[in-house]
């Protein structure tokens, strides 16, 4: 939960989204209730934000800020091509992204602890995890004046699982074993098998909602904060303030023009020189030349990206749980946060939630470098003279820098690295999770369960290092259809600990997304999603020139 105590006689939308969040990361539901009485709340003034058990409420949206209404930006993203598309479902870049949370809202939306939070949606209920019902927002029009109806999102979600839309989330959408319209502003999903995490799913960009029967994307016609004025797929986007947006006193800007920039010294150019006001993805090295600029201010923004190092299960020397601790205790975690990525990252601990998401194991001890507890380990497993390639690329961020590193800390122990530097073309398809010691990079993804599935069930085609633990893959399957948050965190700490025992990964720390904004941006934040606020940042900033 938040630190802000809730202290008004009468609790707003955005306090009572708070205690919502406190719930959802814990906070007991009697704490929750002693909050709401502490702020003199009447049943009048809470609105709809407890019910009975499987019930996800919350009250109307968060009243916006004190944000200055007015103005225009520019903003440069990194990629972009001719495939830049406003169909969310085709999503691929973070400039599509970006956009796509301009002209469209989704069910729901993740919060700056990536907790999912009801946007279209007003109320979700389920049974047993498996059925779920979502009741709309009344009174939300498209664009085009269309009311969203249940068809809408009916339309929205079925297309993903139509081979000829091209979704890029179509396996995520498999589990969607039925959606229909229950009522006008009613809809119905039945999934194949329990899953309580649906409102995090419902929150991915490629989910958002558009108009029943769309077929042309380009006017990017939704419920967003911003209207398509201009789109011009590789050249540049610009959206126009949507004045009948359904969230009162949203968006602040009139107007956003977006391009994209490639050359990071280029973007950092354009920026400084009063080109574009926001720019994301800053290489740490790039971030003294905006800090002494007075008209400039990086964003950290801490996410849940990081760089790996795989020690391979299944082959020598891996096979040994001694070789494998050893490498663990090897890695100086600090020095890597500092030297090789400036201080932008945090600490990690050999499973992939990061610290400040949900669902994140603070009780799991940390390991600490120990060149001499690796040595007594390597010397158990009878490797303490031993040489071994380790291979590493600039495709996996700062892995280079890592094994050079590593190679030293391997030196006091023993260990003889040969640090073999592979080109970025080619490294994810002919050597990543191929060699017994090798590094990874793994982008954030919305939560735990898909984490986990993704890359650490023993069953997953990007399992890295090989890892099979009956143990795990038995929490992931009753967790996902846990519906007890409390119980559903027990079993996401234990897969923390048993990835951080045995797994052959080796998370060294998690790398912050770095932005770099005008001054005179407001309203700008971060979140562990990505850069550009999770790429949301439309509705939430605004010019005070």
């Keep these: 939960m938040n630190d802000d105590k809730i202290d008004s006689k009468l609790i707003s939308g955005q306090e009572s989204l708070r205690v919502f969040e406190g719930l959802n990361r814990g906070m007991s539901r009697r704490n929750a209730l002693q909050l709401l009485g502490v702020a003199g709340v009447a ?23 004190k944000g200055k209404p007015g103005g225009r930006i520019r903003v440069a993203g990194m990629s972009s091509s001719t495939a830049d598309t406003l169909d969310p479902a085709k999503g691929a870049l973070s400039t599509d992204y970006a956009r796509h949370y301009m002209f469209y809202n989704g069910l729901t939306r993740f919060d700056s602890h990536l907790v999912p939070q009801l946007e279209l949606a007003e109320r979700i209920d ?3 995890a498996t059925l779920w019902t979502i009741t709309l927002r009344k009174d939300v029009t ?5 009311t969203l109806s249940a068809a809408d999102v009916v339309f929205s979600l079925s297309r993903h699982k139509d081979p000829l839309t ?3 989330v179509m396996p995520l959408m498999e589990q969607f074993a039925e959606i229909k319209a229950t009522g006008p502003n009613e809809v119905q999903i039945r999934l194949s098998a329990p899953n309580a995490e649906l409102p995090s799913i419902l929150a991915v960009s490629h989910l958002l909602i558009v108009p029943e029967g769309t077929t042309d994307f380009n006017q990017g016609i939704g419920t967003g904060p911003f209207k398509v004025k201009e789109f011009k797929p590789g050249v540049r986007s610009i959206a126009a303030r949507n004045t009948g947006y359904w969230k009162p006193g949203l968006p602040y800007l009139d107007e956003i023009e977006f391009i994209a920039i490639a050359d990071e010294p280029s973007r950092i150019n354009a920026l400084l020189s009063g080109d574009v006001h ?5 290489n740490p090295r790039s971030t003294t030349r905006i800090k002494a600029s007075a008209g400039h201010r990086v964003v950290d923004a801490p996410s849940g990206n990081y760089t790996d190092l795989i020690i391979r299960q299944d082959q020598m020397p891996g096979k040994s749980a001694e070789f494998t601790q050893a490498m663990k205790y090897l890695m100086d975690r600090e020095q890597i946060k500092s030297a090789v990525f400036r201080g932008y990252a945090v600490v990690g601990n050999d499973h992939p939630i990061a610290p400040g998401s949900r669902y994140y194991n603070a009780d799991l001890p940390q390991t600490v470098y120990d060149p001499e507890k690796a040595r007594f380990l390597l010397k158990k497993a009878g490797m303490d003279s031993i040489n071994m390639p380790l291979v590493a690329s600039p495709a996996a961020t700062g892995s280079v820098d890592i094994a050079v590193l590593l190679q030293q800390s391997a030196k006091q122990a023993g260990l003889k690295l040969d640090v073999n530097r592979l080109p970025s073309d080619g490294y994810w398809s002919n050597h990543w999770m191929k060699h017994p010691l090798s590094f990874g990079n793994i982008n954030p993804r919305p939560n735990a369960d898909v984490m986990f599935s993704q890359f650490f069930q023993s069953s997953a085609p990007w399992n890295e290092s090989g890892w099979k633990n009956d143990q795990f893959d038995q929490l992931l399957m009753l967790a996902r259809g846990e519906t007890d948050d409390a119980k559903r965190s027990k079993m996401y700490a234990d897969m923390q600990t048993l990835a951080h025992d045995h797994c052959g990964i080796g998370i060294p720390v998690f790398i912050s997304n770095i932005d770099a ?3 005179r941006v407001k309203g700008y934040g971060s979140n562990p999603l990505g850069g550009f606020m999770g790429y949301m940042f439309a509705e939430q900033v605004w010019l005070d020139a």
């Design 126 to 128: 389920n049974t047993d």
């Design 166 to 168: 091209g979704s890029k």
């Design 142 to 146: 498209f664009h085009n004046g269309k």
């Design 278 to 282: 926001m720019i994301n993805e800053v």
């Design 43 to 65: 049943a009048a003034g809470a609105g709809s934000l407890f019910g009975a058990a499987g019930k996800l409420f919350a009250d109307e949206a968060a009243s916006p800020g």
């Design 517 to 519: 904004v005008d001054q």
